[in-house]
């Protein structure tokens, strides 16, 4: 199985601050990598699609880069409602996997 | 729009068996992978496998192979997802979702295990 290493496991931002979080995988996924947001007690939500596709809807201050096994989520100026868990899957090859999460908090 | 709605809650018996739903609206069903994502308490999630409601084709995670049964019922826009031999360690929320990426999530349910 891949195995998405998702750093660092807890972050804690201020409003308007630009936070990264990465993922890397145990071997090339081609870009094969979306992003997830999950606000507690709710469902998680698509971000970004094959790395660095923006999902319908989701806000422009979300951003993915990356290639090969090393990815990355952009949140350009925080906002409140951007508190919440990210998680990194990758649907390159079964089985689908993904990684364990970031934890995101206003300072 | 787009919805999944997931059956509710369970407390289910040890050894016992569960099956829960996903009622897909807002698309067309048959055109769509059908997935179960499972999240155990406060953790990570697991893929369990997923259906082309057209065919009823097929793929899972090997760890979940003999555990979950995946079926769908085209007429009312419905996917399964049955759970046998239960045990603690499938406590946890179960999600729906569509396609690849998962573009759409239902609202999830949750399966305590207790006796």
């Known amino acids: 199985d891949i195995q998405m290493t998702q750093s660092p496991a807890s972050l804690s931002a201020s409003l308007g601050e630009t936070v990264t979080i990465e993922c890397r995988a145990s071997e090339d996924i081609y870009n094969g990598l979306a992003w997830y947001q999950q606000k507690p007690g709710k469902s998680p939500q698509l971000l970004i699609y094959?790395?660095?596709s923006l999902h319908t809807g989701v806000p422009s201050r979300f951003s993915g880069s990356g290639s090969g096994t090393q990815y990355s989520l952009k949140i350009n100026s925080l906002q409140s409602e951007d508190v919440a868990s990210y998680f990194c899957q990758q649907y390159y090859d079964y089985p689908y996997t993904f990684g364990a999460g970031t934890k995101l908090e206003l300072k | 729009q787009v919805k999944l709605l997931q059956s509710g809650a369970a407390l289910v018996k040890p050894g016992a068996s569960v099956k829960m739903s996903c009622k897909a609206s807002?698309?067309?069903?048959?055109?769509?992978?059908v997935s179960w994502v499972k999240q155990s308490h406060g953790k990570s999630l697991e893929w369990i496998g997923e259906i082309y409601p057209n065919s009823g084709a097929t793929n899972f995670n090997e760890k979940f192979k003999g555990k979950a049964t995946l079926t769908v019922d085209k007429s009312t826009s419905t996917a399964y997802m049955e759970l046998s031999r239960l045990t603690s360690e499938d406590s946890a929320i179960y999600y729906c979702?569509?396609?690849?990426?998962?573009?759409?999530w239902g609202q999830g349910a949750s399966v305590t295990v207790s006796s």
């Open positions: 094959n790395a660095n």
């Open positions: 807002g698309y067309t069903f048959t055109d769509y992978w």
């Open positions: 979702t569509r396609r690849l990426p998962m573009d759409a």
